[in-house]
């Protein structure tokens, strides 16, 4: 648990100076990711899975996002998120 919250330390202390666009998204994205990303390792060193791969961006993007307690609007392919606006997704076939 003490590596974790080192980690997450050291990217924040890293990522505010150098990316000052990034305060304006919600912290929860940020946790979410290293919530995964402890998930992902402790399966792997359980023997549950493979060695988490750091995959590049692409076409299939995606995030994870907690609403915070405010609506989420819903219109056809186009949302409104809170702290990020409009957004186009997309379903896979």
């Not at 505010?16 to 990034?22: G, H, I, R, T, V």
């Not at 988490?52 to 907690?66: E, L, M, Q, V």
Request: with cysteine.
């Amino acid at each position: 648990m003490l590596r974790k919250r080192k980690l997450r330390e050291v990217f924040t202390n890293h990522t505010k100076p150098l990316y000052p666009w990034m305060k304006n998204l919600s912290s929860k994205v940020y946790q979410y990711a290293f919530i995964n990303l402890g998930e992902a390792f402790k399966r792997f060193f359980q023997g549950l899975g493979k060695r988490p791969r750091f995959k590049k961006k692409g076409k299939s993007d995606s995030f994870t996002i907690d609403n915070c307690g405010k609506p989420i609007e819903l219109n056809g392919w186009n949302h409104k998120l809170p702290f990020i606006g409009m957004v186009k997704t997309y379903e896979q076939e």
